[in-house]
């Protein structure tokens, strides 16, 4: 594989699903509909078998546990140029956005939490080995708070962020390490604590754990219409690895042949 697929394994790894099955290189995952990440097919490396009949075997897999057929795919890449080939379409209607930047860091160190503009407030933040309910309680959207997304975001090595201030928890984050790489995920600031710093020093805290837990490098996956992200993570020093895309079959073309 070459390094934009490693880095795609490296991050379904970090993202673990309630069911994965190989098909050759290729993954197919479920996780209850928690996610597109974790209910989709990662489509990199070779499915062993006619892109026709992978694209098959996705779609049974999803019929047999109720989600949508789809796939994970590296942006202009073979493997999405032979998807599309086939009547698959982009998911522009996925919610979270259909098109996703991967965002590198190089080496990261264990360092302070930057809590400029803070210190006029009672400030902390705590990278936890396991989840507090506050942490739950900001990091699970409305209709998330389901066995399968808890089931998800505790797989693996998992480091749990917590900001308080002034006594509440402002903001959380989640951090996942698999093989050196510091994997970053649902940081959420609550709407009244915003614009304070308090991302940034969530962030600062989790490459500390990560750094002292072994990770050399971070990576992260931002929807490509989260411009504020995006931003946010540019000033922490990331920079854009790849992208990858959903694609869907087109309607009708992907009957349940199990039934």
Known sequence: MNAREALEIVCSRAWPPLVEEPLNDWRLRWAGGFTGRANSALAVGAPGRPIPDALRAVCDFAHDRGIEPMVQVIRDSPNERAIATEGWFQATRHHRGHEVVV???????????????????????????????EWWALTLGPGED???????LTGGKVGYGVATLDGATAGVVRGALVDGWLHVGRLEVAPEFRRRGLAKALMGALHTWGAEHGADHAVLQVAEGNAGALALYAGLGYAPHHRYRYWVPAPGSCEDSTS
Not at 107 to 130: N, Q, W, Y
Not at 146 to 152: E, L, Y
């Open 103 to 133: 965002l590198t860091t190089g080496r990261i160190f264990p360092r302070e939490s930057d809590a400029s503009g803070l210190s006029d407030a009672s400030f902390s933040t705590k990278v936890a080995d396991e989840p507090a309910p």
């Open 146 to 152: 389901i066995p399968a997304a808890r089931s998800v």
